[in-house]
């Protein structure tokens, strides 16, 4: 028998995940390229030529003990040094390989900074809509979750309900920008108020509260968007990144986390965190790719190929009287159903082949996430289906 945690797990198990299973089902049934898939965020953009030929170029020339064999837990020196110049050189920050610890994606960052941190009961707190595993990571060291109500007008965290909602239990906030689902990114102005509020109520409290912002998707910004550095502007913050995106490497689970010297605590923090690299299991982040992605820092997605997706299914969409903000980075629409059950709207999709998932995975119902890192046709070929769609609902 299972675990009675798990057993609630399994339970609520991914709903974004259990679309994406539908999708291949579908598509056994009617052929891909009737299927129209928005359900997973998995970069339709080919990863970068130059990262194909540097992997090559290890495997071919490296010493395959250094290649494929144990290094420090938290990472190859020589990576983590030239990751942390890379960022000093874009954001005029001042890190080195001391502040950085190579990590199992962002998840896995997430995960290592949350062991670190937590005692049973101590709360984390997020802003609604939310990535959904964000309750997981939290309830898997015995914290508590505390969620801020979405403020679905402009989905910029409401910073009122957010000061009313810490405590003295309160150990860090989580926050995702450009967001996942909405595309939102959070401005300087919402940065500045937010740490101002964490710092009087570290002062209020005498504690330390630590800002965890996850930003696996940085550089996919649209317009002119810019998205702030945020140890520049709080500092007990931590930076989980994750290469997912950004060079559309998902499935090869590399990433890192900024540990700044000036955090409280900083020696034991990251010692802390490096550790639990090792003993969560991760050991330490996939040798190859550590190797690789430091030879392709530069390298930049294509971000007008998401672009020109995103135009296109946002004017489609709002055509057809759909409702949402427009994004203004990563690669979702976060779109208001026209009634109130966003899970039988949903449903009512799927009738039509296409798969979105439910805001209330994201802990903001009445609305749907239509993942547009899909190719381009999938994109005008379901428009159509999202026109009869709408006839449903006489939009």
């Not at 996430?369 to 381009?376: D, E, G, L």
Request: hydrophobic residues 40%; contains cysteine; aromatic residues 12%.
């Amino acid at each position: 028998m299972i675990s009675r945690r798990m057993q609630k797990m399994v339970a609520a198990n991914s709903v974004i995940r259990a679309m994406f299973e539908e999708g291949l089902k579908l598509a056994k049934e009617y052929g891909r390229e009737n299927v129209y898939d928005f359900s997973l965020g998995n970069p339709n953009v080919p990863a970068p030529e130059a990262l194909k030929k540097a992997a090559i170029k290890i495997l071919q020339e490296e010493d395959p003990v250094k290649v494929h064999g144990y290094m420090p837990n938290a990472g190859f020196p020589t990576v983590r040094e030239k990751i942390a110049l890379s960022i000093n050189k874009r954001f005029a920050t001042d890190f080195s390989a001391s502040n950085i610890i190579m990590t199992v994606g962002a998840a896995g960052g997430l995960n290592i900074a949350l062991k670190a941190l937590l005692n049973p009961g101590d709360e984390v707190i997020t802003f609604a809509p939310f990535f959904g595993e964000y309750k997981n990571y939290v309830a898997n060291f015995d914290g508590e979750l505390v969620v801020v109500p979405p403020n679905t007008e402009t989905f910029q965290p409401d910073l009122s309900a957010f000061r009313e909602l810490i405590r003295p239990q309160t150990k860090a906030v989580i926050i995702n920008s450009p967001n996942n689902p909405t595309g939102v990114v959070y401005s300087e102005e919402t940065i500045k108020r937010l740490s101002a509020i964490l710092e009087d109520k570290q002062k209020e409290f005498a504690t330390s509260i630590y800002l965890i912002s996850d930003e696996p998707y940085r550089e996919l910004v649209y317009g002119g968007a810019t998205v702030p550095y945020l140890t520049k502007y709080y500092r007990n913050t931590l930076v989980g990144y994750s290469y997912s995106k950004s060079l559309s490497i998902p499935g090869e689970r590399l990433g890192y986390v900024v540990v700044p010297s000036e955090v409280d605590d900083f020696e034991q923090l990251f010692q802390a965190m490096t550790v639990a690299n090792r003993i969560l299991g991760f050991v330490n982040s996939p040798s190859l790719m550590q190797l690789a992605v430091a030879e392709c820092l530069e390298e930049k997605t294509d971000i007008a190929y998401y672009d020109r997706n995103r135009e296109t299914l946002y004017l489609g969409l709002t055509k057809l009287g759909f409702s949402c903000v427009k994004p203004e980075g990563a690669f979702y629409l976060f779109m208001k159903t026209p009634i109130e059950d966003d899970s039988a709207f949903s449903q009512a999709a799927k009738k039509f082949n296409i798969l979105v998932v439910p805001g209330s995975a994201f802990g903001c119902p009445g609305f749907v996430r239509i993942a547009y890192c899909v190719a381009y046709e999938t994109i005008v070929n379901s428009l159509p289906k999202f026109a009869e769609l709408a006839k449903l609902y006489e939009l």
